[in-house]
Structures are given as structure tokens and as C-alpha cells.
């Protein structure tokens, strides 16, 4: 009995590790018989901007909580009625804020006293048209919005823009590997590896626009032009 349990032993502790390796996913290994090239690449692409994404919204005070959150909510109506006559889908429209707080008066050694409330309310609105971008922009100011940040220029489907990235990497890097190869009185063999390591594209900081200073001058948006970029890492045989 004494040998037959010492054998159950010994066949657990061989073969329950070998069934936890046989669950890892195996390493793919290439070997490099002539000498190996890493490069890291960066492929860009350069497009217009066709979204715009500000948020705005009101912010309003009064003594008591209930009036400074009815006075947003009254002028909050005001700002969507005009999204909606300028055209702008429910889609594009989203509640991104909705705040109450309390404001004190404070005097030295004495406690703070309450002085009333502050109620924000605001949207972040996607602008597919950016020339008309800032005609809404002012006529949500005359509306009563008072809190104006943006615009976010952005892209709104990157993927073909990105994809050109991809392709413009890998010409730079088979290029850049046939000049190493060149210099060292080599030929490129071939691509052991690629890998993607990073793409996208970040916009510009969004500014902020204050509402009095709309009311001055007709806003004007600017697209400007993007850039996007994929990173790669690629491997090359050399010989």
C-alpha cells in the first residue's frame, strides 16, 4: 500500500505540471541565420478635420437651490430648441454635466454663511458640418447658453486614413532596411516580424471660448489639416 500511494505521488507531481504547460499558448520563434535588423517606423497620413465636438451649456445662480436649477433648465431648452432648428441630430446631443453647489460667505472667525446656488447644465454637441459650426455657436449664445468650450476638431471614421499610415510604415521600413544593407555590403533576406506598437492621432487642445466674447464677432472654425500616424516594429533578415 506504502509503495503504491509513493507512486501516485510521484505520477502527480510529473504530470500535472506537464498538463499546465500544455495549456500555455507556445512561443513562435524565427531564426535569424544572417544578422538581424529592428526598426521602429512611423507612417503618417494628413486629412481634413469634418467633426467638431464643443461642449456648452448655462450656468446659473440664484438664492435657493430650486431656482438656480429651474433657471438652467429653462435656458437649457432655449439652447437645444436652437441645436435642433440649426439642424443638429438627438445623436449628436448628450448631457455631459448637470451640477448643483452651494456658495458661502466667508468672514474671518466667524462660519461660512450660505449666500445661495450654482446650477450647471451642459451638452457636448457633435458638429458634422464645421462650417456652420460657428454660426450655432452664437446663436446658442443668444439663446442664454454662457459656457462655451471647443471646438474639438477630430475625424470621424481615422480608419482608411489610418490604413494609408500602415502602408506609408512599411515602405519606410523596407526602404530604411535596404539603405542599412546597402552600408554594410548586405541584402535585405527578408521580414522576420511586424508588429503594431501604436496609431491614432490627437487632436488639438479644445480652447476655451468665453460666451461674452462671442457675442462681439460672428465666431469663425478653422479645419485646418491632421495628422495621423501608425508606429511599427519590424525585423529583417540581413546576409
Partial sequence: MKQAWLAALFLSAVFVPAAAVAQQAPAINQTVTGTRLDLSVTGESIRVPDVAIISTGV????????????DAASRMARVRSALKAAGIA????????????????YVENQPPQLTGYTATNQLSVRFRDIGATGKIIDALVREGANQINGPNLTIDKPEAALDEARANAVVIGRARAELYARSLGMRVARVVSVSESGGGYSPPPMPYVMAAQARAADSKIDAGEQKLQVTLGMVFELQ
Fill in 90 to 105: 438627438d445623436r449628436d446631443i448628450q448631457t455631459s454635466n448637470l451640477s448643483l453647489n452651494p456658495e458661502y460667505r
Fill in 59 to 70: 450656468v446659473t445662480r440664484s438664492p435657493t437651490a430650486s431656482g438656480a436649477i429651474q
